[in-house]
């Protein structure tokens, strides 16, 4: 006698039944779990990525306001002195702060300029008028090796390029505290005599280096902005004085070396993941405003003696980096070869996405405007 319907309907499911539906449940999950993995690991790709953008993008922003305003010093027009280094405008008694070997104290430049400088003072006048100096890694390390330097500076990366910048800051301080500038605190600052009356003593244009504290920088720092004497005439502008390094380290990261109050250097990691920095100098050697050659550091035929006197006759800079991503891209292999100034430049075929940034960025002050 067979089973009724409403029986059948009570049997329930069989032992095979439900070992299918605990198959086909299984078979499901895996399925979810694997596309929940896959998205988590292409969202941690899309992160590095972003990252390794963002990261790129600020470094080369970062080094661009730099190079554009190097040279820079304020209302100081620093006069080109060719073979003569007679600090132009720079007056010894107007330089103070403890003496180096009889001389008055000056900023520390760390890199020279290659322009013979004989004394700190020297130095200083050749760094006004050579404000931008470059070359490879190993000739930083070289150059920083000096007692005073060589604390400051983490190892740098042999094959890449460093570049020295000197400037004024380009916001005016108040010793009274009234700007939005940072306080004068114990840093170098300069500021330029707007007296140009024919009977004073100074003929105007003078520029003063003080290393001095809040507390006696309205003493010290006091010349006129016009007028001399006159009641109306007010404080010439107070800029910081401005000494930065930028180079790429043995842990490729991009580092900056900035003089700080005590006139010593301190170091900042910048950027993580820069494998490669290379400059191409835009030279304008006829005086018309165009450059007429290009060169970098790593060329052959451009000497150590052609190079130091080319600085002063850059207009321009083609820059490049190579950043890397934090993490390795499963599945992913840098096969790419990517060209720079000078070199061209491979990997191991690891597993680390790149990124190649350029830009070319003028320089208007260091050679002057000659348009």
Known sequence: MGLSIAQQRDRGFSLIELMIALALGLIILLGVTDLFVESSRTQGDVSRASRQLENSLFALDLLA????????????DYPVVAD???????????????????????????????????????????????PLVSGLGVDLEVAMSSAACDSAISSPKDTEEFVAIRRASTCAADPS?????????????????????????????EIKLHRVTD?????????????????SSER??????????????????????????????????LVEGVEALRFEWLIDRTSDGDYDLIRSVADDDWSEEARTNDWQNVVGVNMSMIVRSSAPQTGYHDTNIYQLPGQTWTNNKDQHPRILRSRTVELINVAGRRR
């Open 215 to 231: 507390a006696d920088a309205d003493a010290v720092l006091n010349y006129r902005d016009f007028g001399c004497g006159s009641a």
């Open 236 to 269: 010439a502008p107070i800029y910081r004085y401005v000494s930065r390094i930028y180079y790429v380290n043995q842990r490729d990261e991009l580092v900056r070396l900035e003089l700080a109050d005590s006139n010593t250097y301190r170091e900042s990691v």
């Open 84 to 130: 003569d280094p007679n600090f132009g405008p720079l007056r010894l008694d107007e330089m103070a702060g403890e003496t180096v070997a009889g001389y008055p104290a000056v900023p520390l430049l760390c890199v020279g300029t290659g322009k013979q400088g004989r004394n700190p003072r020297v130095e200083l006048g050749w760094a006004m008028e050579y």
């Open 177 to 205: 505290g009234g700007s939005d500038c940072p306080p004068i605190g114990n840093f170098f600052h300069l500021q330029t005599n707007g007296c140009y009356e024919p009977n004073a003593n100074l003929s105007g244009g």
């Open 65 to 76: 306001g730099e190079l554009a305003l190097v040279g820079y010093w304020g209302e100081a």
